[in-house]
């Protein structure tokens, strides 16, 4: 039987981590804008009827339509083997996107982004030291996409930009036996068939959670949402708090937003181009014969350092 090290499964983690998260998140440097919470009471607009599927896809997708890109540079972020680290976000596109976090004391400790052909995720203290990216064209045939089955799409619709398209297959709206509705959508994914299941409140319309479902009734990974603030200026509804929950590789991700302004982000920035860092090589982990990275051999422990061990 063969048994993982320690920093191997530590470093396994953090790389499925980075790859829910590099969908999720940006590094720019933006204004900050105030967000107006919900009175006590959030907006009722489904008020004394069961509304149909028609009326929940208009709420639903007249939401999305307003967030036309996302900054955020007071967030933070953690996980399963991840501490706390300070975190600026922006998501201009379900492709263009980009993190960058860190300390006030060690610096800069991760990078992750996308563009609309690769992904990347750079961690400073992971084991073997590279800057770790990906193709959009290989990842479907990927040893990746075994291991972690789900479109990379869906990981922005985790923190809310999520949408009901008329030309896709949807059913319900369900009342669940919490109150709540629920609409499920069929797709498909790298390992095959899969359910979308999106839980809303009854009254307001927003989204609580979004679950992946596979073929045999199995969750993939859940996103629940709560804390959600309305923009002044767009109207547009978000929530100020993701938590990711991913069972089968033991993995959970927090994702809270701080200050936040909606506005576009140029598809021409350069924000979305792959960065380089001295020392890091490029690692592919979509070309044929690759795969999920592992940690080095802990030949010195004072040189592997567990990302739990950063300091915040």
């Known amino acids: 039987m063969t048994h993982n090290h ?26 900050r804008t105030a967000w107006q919470p919900f009175k006590p009471t959030p907006p009722v607009v489904f008020a004394g009827k069961e509304p149909s599927l028609e009326e929940v896809a208009q709420v639903v997708n007249a939401n999305r339509a307003k967030i036309t890109g996302i900054y955020s540079t007071n967030s933070r972020i953690s ?35 996308s563009n609309q052909e690769i992904f990347w995720f750079w961690v ?3 084991e073997p030291p590279a800057l770790y990216y990906g193709s959009y064209n290989e990842y479907p045939t990927s040893q990746v996409a075994g291991a972690l089955p789900i479109r ?20 319900g709206p369900f009342r669940r036996n919490d109150g709540m509705l629920e609409i499920r959508s069929p797709l498909i994914g790298p390992a095959g068939a899969m359910t979308r299941i999106l839980i809303l409140d ?23 949402n709560s804390d959600h603030f309305r923009d002044s200026e767009t109207g547009a509804v978000l929530p100020r708090m993701t938590e990711i ?25 350069d924000l979305w181009a792959k960065p ?32 739990k061990n950063l300091a915040i």
């Open 6 to 31: 320690p920093t191997q499964k530590s470093s396994y983690r953090l790389w499925l981590m980075l790859f829910c998260t590099w969908l999720v998140a940006s590094g720019a440097s933006c204004p």
């Open 79 to 113: 996980g399963t083997d991840f501490p706390s680290l300070r975190t600026s976000l922006a998501v201009g596109s379900e492709r263009n996107v980009r993190l960058r976090a860190g300390t006030g004391v060690t610096g800069q400790e991760m990078d992750v982004g």
């Open 124 to 126: 400073k203290r992971a």
């Open 152 to 171: 990379p799409e869906w990981l922005t619709e985790a923190i809310g930009l999520v949408s009901l398209p008329p030309h896709q297959e949807h059913q």
């Open 202 to 224: 009854a009254g307001s319309g927003y989204v609580n959670e979004i679950q992946l479902i596979d073929a045999r009734g199995q969750l993939i990974a859940a996103a629940r």
């Open 245 to 269: 929950d991913w069972p089968a590789a033991g993995m959970q991700l927090t994702l809270r937003l701080g200050d936040v302004q909606i506005a576009p982000l140029d598809p021409q920035s």
């Open 276 to 307: 380089s860092y001295p020392g890091f090589p490029d690692v592919s982990v979509t070309a044929p014969g690759s795969g999920p990275p592992t940690a080095a051999a802990d030949t010195n422990p004072q040189q592997n350092v567990s990302p």
